[in-house]
């Protein structure tokens, strides 16, 4: 149970060190704050954000002003990131399929990577790298400077009033993103099979529901709409714990990102793997 | 108005760092109280723990018959709703502009028309005097003028109980003393039970009704203004004088070598500063709360340090009391007399009593 990462964090935090064996005990108390007490506020804070997901009335404009707010933060990075992430597929998949002489087949390896997989990365990468990290920033502040302590005292629960229609209208974008990923990629990975590769439009456009169907685009909006409520919530939580001045919402964004990074992958991972234990291949 | 809070055997602890143990106290309700500690002995915890904001490890917060950290939820925020709480720098909603901050409350709340909140809005930001500020959003006022704003703001309810989180911090003596004045008016005008956490000496010797110390990890004294300024507790009267001589010390407490060598030296005159004479409402009003200068002395056959009860302008209070109290009966709701600008000297005598919110204007 040593975390030497953690330890030595704690000695510089606490002022008065012990002997060996209060470092051994702090050691401890690291590990046993990442190992239990982290994950388990984690899922109170869960919890009581789904009970409070069901309270009226539903903060609907709350909701439309930060669906736009991260739609603002997203959609340009997105299709950055995507326009050459559909490229570097058509440039690699199609690279392999010309050596194994199905070129009449790129149509449909481009739709089965890009929606299938890539546009559901993409969209994990930009729904916790954009929109997390601004949430947390922005309830990080608030926490900072007591205005949520305030909305407690005036007898207002922030996570109804805060933390429910962030964390929805991230899903709901991320729903929305996934969908653009997809469209942008697909059009960037036909520039550049047609152009660049030499490959025949007829060949990409006829074959691009050999292997594709239906459930391959149902799982990928449902893996965004999980990843958007993933990073909702850590952002939400990590924000609401921010303590000591401004360096702390740096450090809450920070660890915002990276363990929604480590989350949505672990949850993209499971998901395709239920995916494809449940949903049979299209038979060609 | 007002209600009391009973504290019984309170104690908090971050992990293994205890702030406070075993903190009993009554504060009395419609009084006004002031809570005092050296940095870091967990003050703004306790009065975030009095809103139930943190839980205590043990004991009880009674208001009225509720008690605040057994509570569920959903009466705890019916009870919150009793407390006007005015943070450190205001803690206004950065998104919204003056008046929306001050209207929140009225519109979560309750059912009244905008006009009606409208009226109630510009009533307590006049009574803070921010009139003006309305459309001003609170990164582009000053540090005082936020500070007036979470006031107006924890008083749309007409909350029972007002707790202050350090009014003092950042602010400069004058508007410090402004903003007690606006307290003490306020009081007199509403009657809540006020818990003030400072650091400011002069606030703490002057406006409050009582004085509470924590040190080091304990409540080292609760009681009546007169109590703590005449005690001869080491702690107590090293604080409340703002002194290096005592066992207080810079980072911790003194040890007994240098608590000798301070002895030896013979720096401590022995001798307590006389006590002020208390801050009276300027709007003409008399404070329930407030007890007559000396009594406290008198009914516990303490002798008040020489000079004591005195004012600026050299009236002995406890042979003025009862003339003002009879003059303040006889006027009630007219102007308070000319003749009696009450309290240390703390405003401008220019300024017209019988105002509400007189005090105010800066």
Known sequence: ?284 | MGVEIRVEGLTKAFGRQVIWQDVSLTIPAGEISVLLGPSGTGKSVFLKTLVGLLKPDRGHIWIGDRDLPNLPEAQLYETRKLFGVLFQDGALFGSMNIFDNIAFPLREHTKKSESEVKRIVLEKMDLVGLIGAEHKLPGEISGGMKKRAGLARALVLDPEILLVDEPDSGLDPVRTAFLNQVFIDLNAQIGATFLIVTHDINTARTVPDNIGLLYQRHLAMFGPREMLLSSEEPVVRQFLNASKIGPIGMSEEKDESELEAEAKMGLDSGMLPPIPPQQMPSNGLVRRGMHAPGAWCAAHGVTPPPGSFIDELGRNWIEEWPRYVASMSAGAGAAAPGGYPPGGGHYPGDMPPGQPGAGARY
């Not at chain 1, 449909?108 to 990468?125: D, F, G, K, Q």
């Open chain 1, 1 to 284: 149970m040593s975390t030497p990462g953690i330890g030595a964090d704690q000695r510089g935090r606490r002022r008065k060190g012990g002997g060996s064996s209060g470092t051994l005990r702090k050691v401890g108390d690291g590990a046993a704050n990442v190992v239990i007490r982290e994950p388990g506020r984690f899922f109170a804070l869960v919890l009581d954000t789904f009970r409070a997901m069901f309270k009226l009335p539903f903060q609907w404009r709350e909701f439309i002003q930060q669906s736009w707010f991260i739609v603002s933060v997203t959609v340009v990075p997105t299709m950055l990131v995507a326009i050459p992430f559909g490229g570097i597929l058509s440039l690699q998949v199609g690279g392999l399929i010309r050596q194994l002489g199905a070129q009449s087949y790129t149509g449909a390896t481009a739709v089965v990577a890009i929606v299938r997989e890539a546009s559901p990365l993409v969209t994990s990468l930009l729904v916790a790298g954009a929109a997390g990290s601004a949430m947390c920033a922005d309830i990080g502040s608030r926490k900072i400077r007591e205005e949520i302590d305030a909305m407690e005292v005036l007898g207002i629960n922030p996570l109804h009033r805060l933390v429910v229609p962030r964390m929805l209208a991230c899903a709901f974008v991320a729903l929305f993103l996934n969908g653009l990923v997809s469209v942008v990629g697909l059009v960037g990975g036909y520039v550049f099979n047609v152009m660049l590769q030499d490959g025949t439009p007829g060949a990409y456009l006829a074959s691009f529901n050999a292997i594709a169907q239906l459930p391959d685009l149902l799982q990928a909006e449902f893996k965004a709409f999980v990843f958007g409520i993933t990073a909702g919530l850590v952002a939400a939580y990590k924000g609401l714990n921010a303590k000591g001045g401004p360096k702390g919402v740096g450090d809450a964004v920070n660890q915002t990102v990276v363990i929604t990074f480590m989350l949505l992958f672990l949850e993209n991972f499971i998901i395709s793997a239920l995916y494809f234990q449940f949903v049979p291949s299209k038979g060609m």
